[in-house]
């Protein structure tokens, strides 16, 4: 979804004055927020909400008492209308949203929520955080890199003290890690993600993207990271091959194929799956089952499905070769085994 800038936005001196943004929000500040840092696009919030219909009052969505939600602000399934309406507020502040339909669910009805409907939403800013920072010291030539592919890396880890937690330059050791495997920290999948062979960048990961608050050996809970990272070489990962439609067909029900919806990252669907290792032995398999309903996120398992299917269209069948890194987590026979998934598409679900 389209997120747009919004300028003008400050804090009122008299907090119930109602504001309106450029794109037609209208929010009021119900309790100041304390610090200088305020919301803006790419920072990751986490927030406490209560969504109400605004012609009857009553409840369709809101956070329960020990799970708050968190988002990336303008990179989220979260309505437009909340995502547009906390630019600018401070950790601590109260605000409540008045969101025309257009930024909220729209002309299609939701669950507790008609079609055409305005909203009333009163938000808690919990927590800020900032996004994560690269810079290019040195460019890199050919393809880019991509969530799926294995990078090839030196690296050297420091502390905002400029302590060197880890090196691998000082092992003259290259380490090798998949983007988009949940076997790194998600700041470096993202900060690499889009480098060439050679380039350098600099990373400066924020602890929500790094260690978090647990911390791990020498990094102390918290931390904020700064990496300089060269990519030496990058190395096939997550494969696959269509095996229906045959993607060499030129028929008529093959181009009408190509038009239809495709899965993306984020979005869920129900699949027929068959996953096997390289010598043959059953991981799971549906295919005389229920389809399995699977949506595309980090939590799947093994992580190189997920990667796998992205860009299927309904009726599809791919064949897929998921390495180790992308496999399975969990402790047990196939953890760190080459996987093949042999997986048909039934069902698109969003």
Not at 333 to 342: D, E, G, S, V
Request: hydrophobic share 35%; charged share 20%; net charge positive.
């Amino acid at each position: 979804m389209a997120i747009m800038l919004l300028g003008g936005l400050c804090h009122a001196q008299n907090p119930e004055e109602w504001q309106i943004t450029e794109t037609g929000v209208q929010f009021r500040i119900d309790q100041l927020g304390q610090g200088l840092a305020k919301a803006s696009i790419n920072d990751t919030a986490t927030i406490r909400f209560v969504g109400r219909l605004q012609d009857t009052g009553k409840i369709f969505a809101q956070t329960s008492k020990n799970k708050n939600q968190t988002f990336k602000i303008g990179h989220s399934n979260m309505i437009p209308g909340i995502q547009l309406g906390i630019l600018g507020m401070k950790v601590g502040e109260h605000r409540t949203l008045k969101v025309p339909a257009k930024l909220g669910f729209g002309t299609k009805a939701a669950p507790k929520v008609p079609a055409n409907s305005n909203l009333v939403i009163t938000l808690e800013l919990l927590k800020l955080s900032p996004p994560l920072q690269t810079k290019k010291i040195k460019p890199g030539q050919g393809p880019s890199i991509k969530t799926g592919d294995i990078a090839v890396v030196h690296y050297v880890g420091k502390l905002a003290n400029q302590t060197i937690f880890d090196s691998s330059r000082k092992r003259n050791l290259p380490f090798e890690f998949g983007i988009g495997s949940p076997r790194v920290i998600a700041g470096w999948s993202q900060g690499v993600s889009g480098m060439k062979a050679g380039e350098i960048r600099t990373l400066i990961i924020p602890p929500h993207l790094g260690y978090g608050s647990k911390g791990k050996g020498k990094i102390p809970p918290n931390s904020t990271l700064y990496f300089e990272i060269e990519l030496l070489k990058i190395k096939p990962g997550v494969t696959w091959k269509t095996l229906s439609p045959d993607p060499s067909a030129n028929s008529h029900s093959e181009k009408k194929i190509q038009k239809k919806q495709t899965l993306k990252n984020g979005g869920a669907g129900k699949i027929h799956v068959q996953i096997y290792t390289l010598n043959g032995q059953t991981v799971t398999n549906t295919q005389f089952a229920k389809p399995l309903t699977i949506t595309l996120n980090a939590k799947v398992d093994p992580i190189g499905l997920a990667i796998g299917v992205i860009g299927m269209k309904k009726n599809e069948v791919r064949r897929i070769h998921i390495p180790p890194m992308f496999g399975l987590q969990k402790n047990g026979p196939f953890r760190n085994k080459h996987l093949i998934a042999t997986v048909d598409l039934v069902e698109i679900i969003r």
